[in-house]
């Protein structure tokens, strides 16, 4: 039988092996790819045996994971001086022996992976975030905002509010200037209050994009209004959209 070669790649592991027959004599060729590897014979009492086992051998090698290689990609290694085994059912591959003058290592087993202890934090530890005051600023704005307390809201002061809003400055175009509300508006206020300044800012806001008002204008005709307290959502809507007027 001619020579059959079969090659084993895993991982780190790239080895091959070879096997052939003559007459009653059968050879095994192996090693790692690229090296001349080590050679076993092996006699029989006939050429049958001898093929048999031989066969015997190459399932075992293909179950194990070994290829068979064609002529173009067999290992280049010259086999090393044969070694006569002993007779037996299969051809074992010997230990390769350590190099002369060195001693035999023995791999120890893998530990296996282990979870690390947790990391004892100091006692009294404070941990930081360094933030610009932007960043700063948007962070602490919800906390801010969940404990913020309005104050009690001032007895309403018709006349008072009217005056303030007579006092509204206009710019050189004749426009209102655009921080009254954030001026005057407070934020907290009876309900006869907020009336009185959403009437306010929806009247200058239509005033705006229709018929300029003056402040002073405004401020005597909501003097005039008579109070409110409370409003339904139809009314709430009217004054917002315009489609009503106020009385």
């Known amino acids: 039988m001619s020579r059959r070669e079969f090659h084993f790649s895993e991982g780190t592991s790239n080895k091959f092996w070879a096997i052939e027959v003559s007459g009653t004599t059968q050879k095994v060729h192996f090693g790692k790819v690229g090296t001349t590897g080590q050679a076993q014979t092996k006699e029989f009492a006939s050429e049958a045996e001898a093929k048999k086992a031989t066969d015997k051998l190459i399932a075992e090698k293909v179950k194990k994971g070994y290829a068979e290689v ?90 008072a509010c009217a005056e303030a809003l007579a006092k509204v400055s206009k710019d050189k175009h004749g426009y209102w200037d655009h921080t009254w509300p954030t001026q005057l508006v407070p934020a907290s206020m009876t309900g006869e209050e907020a009336y009185f300044w959403l009437l306010a800012l929806t009247r200058t806001a239509r005033a705006y994009y229709q018929n300029p008002i003056q402040p002073g204008e405004l401020a005597l005709a909501l003097a005039k209004e008579p109070p409110k307290s409370k409003l339904t959502v139809e009314e709430a809507i009217g004054i917002l959209t315009g489609s009503i007027r106020e009385e």
């Open 70 to 159: 064609t002529d173009g990609t067999k290992s280049a290694g010259t086999p090393a001086p044969t070694v006569k085994a002993k007779k037996s059912d299969d051809a074992e591959e010997p230990k390769a022996k350590p190099a002369k003058g060195k001693k035999e290592t023995v791999a120890e087993p893998e530990a296996e992976p282990t979870t690390p202890a947790p990391v004892p934090v100091a006692a009294g530890l404070t941990r930081t975030i360094a933030l610009d005051a932007d960043d700063l600023r948007a962070a602490e704005w919800p906390k801010k905002w969940q404990s913020r307390t309005r104050p009690e809201p001032r007895p309403f002061n018709r006349v």
